[in-house]
């Protein structure tokens, strides 16, 4: 078990100009959870999936943000456009929903947009 | 939705000393309170959990407290260590409705030798 994977770890991108960032959960997890966190402040959920159903989007997913999860394993999260605001660090958690509670979060994606 | 507001936003101790983070949270459906300490490079690691139904919770110096009729807890780490410094977040959900956190603000914990 290697943990909760995101990739890249950095990405620094122009504004306007679309990214993609991946998050490979614990195997076998079948909850897997998109936050958001800006310095400063605590993670903000943006979205999550049970298996491959999306089945909640926050307000602060705007339609510039997609998210799947095609085959209920690795996940992906797109933000098309990227605006100066986009920057934070993106995180992703994965849980297990017969195992109890916990959530156990990867190491983040660094977005800056310049 | 739910709020949670968390207090200090910075803690400085001296190591041996007691750290007290204390949360509030507003809807009285969240059922499930974990705390995370998150360090750099290190990712956000869950430190200690509690349910609802629990009052107190203690894992060797670490324990949390949850008072529902006030809707606030409390972490408590006692005998602090120099590898305790990190921030910590506390946050709450309702089980029952996917478990996505609400995350307070953060407390910047410093324990100086």
């Known amino acids: 078990d290697t943990g909760v994977s995101q990739d890249p770890r950095h990405k620094i991108t122009k504004r306007g100009q679309n990214v993609t960032f991946r998050c490979d959960p614990i195997?076998?997890?079948?909850?897997l959870y998109w936050y958001r966190q800006t310095l400063g402040q605590g993670p903000e959920f943006l979205t999550y999936f049970q298996n491959e159903a999306q089945l909640e989007k926050s307000r602060l997913l705007s339609d510039r943000f997609s998210a799947e999860r095609p085959k209920g394993s690795f996940s992906t999260l797109e933000i098309q456009r990227t605006e100066q605001g986009d920057s934070a660090m993106y995180l992703c958690?994965?849980?297990?929903?017969?195992?109890?509670?916990?959530?156990?979060f990867g190491q983040g994606t660094r977005l800056t947009v310049v | 939705g739910e709020n949670v507001e968390q207090h200090p936003s910075t803690l400085s101790v001296q190591e041996g000393d007691s750290a007290v983070i204390k949360c509030t949270y507003s809807d009285s459906a969240s059922n499930y309170f974990p705390w995370y300490k998150q360090e750099l490079g290190k990712g956000s690691q869950l430190i200690i959990d509690i349910r609802s139904n629990v009052g107190e919770k203690k894992d060797q110096r670490i324990a949390v407290t949850l008072n529902k009729t006030a809707k606030h807890f409390s972490l408590h780490i006692t005998e602090t260590q120099p590898e305790d410094s990190a921030v910590y977040f506390c946050a709450a959900s309702y089980a029952g409705g996917g478990n996505k956190l609400t995350f307070g603000t953060g407390t910047q914990l410093k324990v100086e030798l």
């Open positions: 958690a994965s849980s297990l929903i017969d195992r109890g509670l916990e959530a156990f």
């Open positions: 195997s076998e997890h079948n909850r």
